[in-house]
């Protein structure tokens, strides 16, 4: 059997699409740093991971999953833009890695497969890329240039207001891996509309939830419970509360979940959560400027004083080196 793994977010969904269209008939399943090495024990053959980070808290427990599948005679494809754990060795890998920070995965995923989908599947690349806020890159502005770029972002759009509706409905996100893998537009699908219409609508009440309820603590803005996309949370709670990093966070399961943005590129989320989280008993990491962040529910105020205290440093040290 084949498997694709995919991240559930827009990125990790037009990955996934891009891979299936190549690999028709794959089983597609999705997971998150944390759950990854749980979630492989159930495959056996050849494996596309797409836009899933390799979290440092459970590295050894993924690859000895990955060495078990390679040793069955399984191929591996992991397809990534998050940067890698420290002290990764991309020599003890047991299969092969497209890997960059530089791009999103679903732009990394299309260059890996071009030569086996229609060149039309490029604009699911485009969507990827735009859900990561990474279409700004030599080879999406390439690709782009053969497509109606306001189209696209009409597309991308539905695509992402649909999924940020849906919340963790993993039946639905598949149903739009194949649909998109078929290379049919968002626009032409009634109900990814009718959801991107009623999150677009939404999203304009919550964002002024959000500036009404959005609380200041130094350097961060976040807000709790809102019951609302934590990714859209941080990006407003980040604006209105008007510090440099914004968290949109929700309590889960006896646990705190964290989206965590900041608008400051002399900050590095991913190297200051990883550093921070575990010392909660949680964790945390990403992209520098997009990341994410777990903690039990007694450590959130512990870990938020921490957390500040590690941005402020780091803001005041970036700043005395210019
Ligand atoms: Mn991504």
């Known amino acids: 059997m084949d498997w694709i793994i995919a991240h559930g977010d827009t990125d990790g969904i037009c990955s996934a699409a891009i891979a299936l269209a190549a690999r028709k008939g794959s089983e597609v399943f999705f997971s998150h740093p944390s759950g ?10 050849n494996v596309v991971i797409c836009d899933i980070a390799l979290s440092s808290t459970f590295l050894q427990e993924a690859m000895a999953e990955l060495k078990r599948i390679a040793a069955g ?6 397809i990534d833009h998050h940067p890698l754990p420290r002290g990764f060795r991309k020599e003890d890998f047991p299969g092969k890695m497209a890997i960059s920070t530089m791009s999103c995965t679903s732009e990394l995923t299309y260059l890996e497969f071009k030569d086996l989908i229609p060149s039309d599947m490029s604009r699911v690349a485009i969507y990827g890329a735009i859900g990561d806020y990474m279409d700004n890159t030599y080879e999406i502005r390439r690709l782009l240039l053969d497509w109606e770029k306001r189209s696209m972002y009409l597309e991308s759009g539905l695509l992402i207001q649909a999924i940020d509706a849906g919340g963790r409905d993993y039946e639905t ?31 304009e009440e919550m964002r002024k939830r959000v500036r009404e309820e959005v609380k200041v603590f130094g350097s961060l803005a976040y807000v709790l419970d809102l019951k609302w996309s934590m990714g859209k949370s941080a990006v407003y709670a980040r604006a209105y509360g008007k510090r440099p990093v914004g968290i949109g966070a929700e309590t889960r399961k006896g646990r705190v979940d964290m989206s965590i943005r900041t608008s400051s590129e002399q900050i590095d989320l991913n190297e200051l959560l990883q550093e921070i989280a575990p010392k909660h008993n949680g964790s945390g990491g990403g992209h520098p400027m997009a990341a994410g962040a777990r903690v039990p529910e007694g450590k959130f105020f512990e870990f938020l004083e921490d957390f500040n205290a590690l941005v402020e440093k780091n803001e005041r040290k970036r700043t005395v080196e210019y």
């Open 173 to 203: 996100k598949r149903k739009m891996v194949s649909f998109l893998a078929t290379n049919r537009t968002p626009s032409s699908d009634q109900e990814i509309v009718e959801k991107a219409i009623a999150e677009a609508i939404s999203e």
């Open 36 to 45: 990854l090495a749980e979630d492989l024990k159930q495959v056996e053959g």
């Open 73 to 78: 005679g399984g191929s591996i494809l992991y």
